[in-house]
């Protein structure tokens, strides 16, 4: 579904990406891991046109989009959850997850797809009048994954989904994402927490200083003794 093909991206002097490749396929769940600062988000946010690459190409379903907008990637079927989630704190729940289904003109798939987030979501239909900015970390996690899903997408790009999270949370917010995928939706994963990452992805690939350094399958990477050293604490 996703290709990202020799991506290059520069900050100024620093090159940030170095002929970064890796293949997401069709209802698959990627991950991608590493350490802080090794270009997890820079991948990302490049994939979903939030930053130009200075080479390089990104395919979807075959299709070259690395010249179009983010506006047109969220037509075409990406959508990004953030890091640090990045609800409108001021805006209600309900508000935050219409906002998600803002390039929509379909209002009754619009109403189908809010009943499925708050079947999915049971904590945001009880809050759903209240300001997002008064929820926990872990209810804005799943509001701003809700927002995402809104907008319909074939592939979702989650950023550090569990960051401040407790481990209940998180292993609550894991088991939500292999869900969202068995129904369908392709997920590009990145993710510090790579025991957890490694376990729900069928393929993976590791960042350092910009580059892809490693790849395999999610149970691969979770046997190698290279990735319990650095990344599992073995």
């Known amino acids: 579904m996703l290709e990202i093909k020799n991506i290059n991206v520069h900050f100024g002097v620093i090159h940030a990406l170095k002929d970064v490749s890796l293949t997401v396929e069709d209802g698959k769940i990627v991950t991608l891991i590493g350490a802080n600062g090794a270009g997890k988000t820079t991948t990302l946010r490049t994939a979903s046109g939030l930053k130009k690459p200075t080479s390089g190409s990104i395919l979807l379903d075959g299709k070259d989009i690395t010249a179009t907008t983010p ?26 997850l219409e906002l998600g289904a803002f390039l929509r003109r379909d209002k009754d798939g619009i109403a189908k797809d809010l009943a499925t987030v708050y079947e999915r979501f049971p904590i945001l239909a009880d809050r759903k009048r209240q300001a997002a900015g008064t929820l926990s970390g872990g209810e804005q996690q799943m509001l701003a994954m809700g927002r995402a899903l809104m907008s319909r997408p074939k592939i979702l790009f989650l950023d550090e989904p569990s960051m401040g999270l407790a481990p209940l949370l998180v292993q609550e917010i894991f088991d939500i994402i292999k869900v969202i995928n068995e129904t369908g939706t392709t997920i590009l994963l990145v993710e510090q927490n790579a025991s957890m990452a490694l376990q729900i992805a069928h393929h993976a690939y590791v960042m350092e200083t910009g580059s892809i350094v490693l790849s395999g399958t999610g149970a691969e990477l979770s046997q190698s003794e290279e990735i319990k050293k650095a990344y599992l604490g073995g």
């Open 71 to 96: 506006q047109a990637r969220v037509k075409m079927g990406i959508s990004q959850v953030p890091e640090g989630r990045r609800v409108f704190s001021t805006m209600t729940v309900l508000e935050n």
